[in-house]
């Protein structure tokens, strides 16, 4: 659209499905009254796992959510909760059909690996062993035919886009991020690239994932760090805190109506935030960029440059805030290092102290308590930030919310890797 001022790009609807509430109001409610939803898990067995923690979703029934409870049998959970977050959004955006063209409303989605459980193929595994051995020649003859037909549609990433798009008819761009941490962000970014560049009017965007899986907190415990505590599920997941020790897997999923601003306006939409800017950025190779977080800092610096924000003016930082060792400590470097001496000015929650830590869906649900921070005026305490670890100097917020001073809001997330990605919002 050259020539033509860039489009203004706001956010019209939240939906989200969390371990400390479904819909907005309980999980605001949660936030704000220091509710962790970490406890012990009880959909699993936990013998032999390295963690019996976590933060589940519990009484939550896709069929209150879906278009039609026949999609559940080719849904899996990760599915089933971004379906219903977007559901959520595009009601409180209070979208009706009819009232956006079709063609000009798209989908973003963020998702990750969507673990089966070995059970689904347990029968054709059986079919092609012996006593000899496992004979992958009888794959073909018969095992495959022992496997659900519809199987494989329960683990792709990319359905949740596609039964998002079935449900309220978006049949504009549609796409699908699987960048792990930094998903929903990076969707949200690709979505405002889209409506700037005059392909759709309306978009939405979100993530979901589900780490509540054998498989899934052993590959958080053998590469990223999980909790070792065995006490309290409630103080496990300590953000900054000095004596933390590891992060706590969890399950969510959240989703954003994002418009056009004239649009939003014509229609009569309560508008939540406007995009300022959103940015990425990589750590690349080298141990210097690794232990300084070099991607984060671009990426805040770059949704920052879009944003025309100075450090100064931000309201408050929603952080990654694993609660690894490692990662607390890189995720301050960047901050100091793109904020300056106004680093200890602007306040810091880290939602992860709630909910958990789940690859896509945790960048969402944080994005989500953004957005109802700007909304509410307040920002939401770090829970168990008790003692302060002098190599992260920060200003966490503790104890309990606390109002901001200004409406403006960074909102960060980073792989292990080194994928980092940041969106600058502002109430309006």
């Not at 959970?77 to 009706?96: E, H, P, T, W």
């Not at 929903?184 to 589900?210: F, K, P, T, Y």
């Not at 306006?265 to 690349?284: H, M, N, T």
């Amino acid at each position: 659209m050259a020539g033509h001022e860039t489009a203004r790009v706001v956010v019209t609807g939240v939906g989200v499905v969390s371990p400390i509430g479904i819909g907005n109001d309980r999980f605001w409610d949660s936030l704000v009254n220091n509710r962790s939803g970490i406890d012990f898990l009880k959909s699993i067995p936990t013998d032999g796992l390295p963690s019996a923690f976590g933060a589940e979703v519990r009484d939550f029934d896709p069929v209150e959510f879906l278009r039609d409870r026949k999609f559940v049998k080719v849904m899996c959970r990760d599915i089933q909760l971004g379906v219903a977050s977007a559901n959520l959004a595009v009601k409180d955006a209070r979208l009706s059909p009819g009232d956006i063209d079709p063609y000009r409303f798209g989908v973003e989605f963020g998702a990750g690996r969507m673990t089966f459980h070995p059970s689904e193929v347990a029968a054709a595994v059986a079919a092609c062993s012996d006593q000899e051995g496992f004979d992958l020649t009888r794959w073909g003859e018969g095992a495959m035919g022992r496997i659900a037909p519809l199987w494989l549609l329960r683990q792709l990433p990319n359905m949740p886009a596609c039964h998002v798009s079935i449900d309220h008819n978006a049949r504009g761009p549609n796409n699908t991020i699987t960048c792990r941490d930094a998903s929903a962000l990076l969707a949200l970014s690709e979505a405002v690239r889209v409506i700037e560049a005059g392909r759709a009017d309306c978009m939405v965007v979100g993530a979901c994932s589900s780490n509540i899986h054998p498989v899934d907190i052993a590959k958080f415990h053998r590469f990223e760090g999980l909790s070792r505590r065995a006490d309290d599920p409630s103080r496990a997941c300590r953000p900054f805190d000095f004596e933390r020790d590891g992060a706590v897997v969890g399950e969510g999923a959240a989703s954003f109506i994002v418009e056009r601003y004239e649009h939003a306006v014509k229609r009569g939409a309560d508008i939540y935030a406007e995009i300022l800017g959103v940015g990425a950025g990589s750590d690349g190779r080298g141990h210097a960029n690794e232990s300084a977080g070099m991607g984060l800092v671009r990426a805040i610096q770059s949704a920052l440059q879009r944003s025309k924000i100075r450090p100064g003016e931000l309201g408050h930082i929603n952080a990654q805030g694993k609660s690894t060792q490692p990662d607390d400590i890189v995720e301050s470097r960047a901050y100091h290092r793109v904020l300056g001496d106004c680093v200890l000015k602007v306040p810091v929650t880290a939602m992860k102290s709630f909910v958990g830590h789940f690859d896509a869906g945790a960048g969402a649900v944080e994005l989500a308590g953004t957005l109802l921070s700007l909304k509410h005026g307040m920002v939401p305490a770090t829970l168990n930030y008790e003692i302060p670890d002098p190599r992260c100097q920060l200003n966490i917020v503790r104890e309990g919310p606390r109002k901001l001073a200004t409406r403006t809001a960074v909102t960060v997330n980073r792989t292990a890797m080194g994928q980092s990605a940041a969106a600058v919002l502002r109430a309006i």
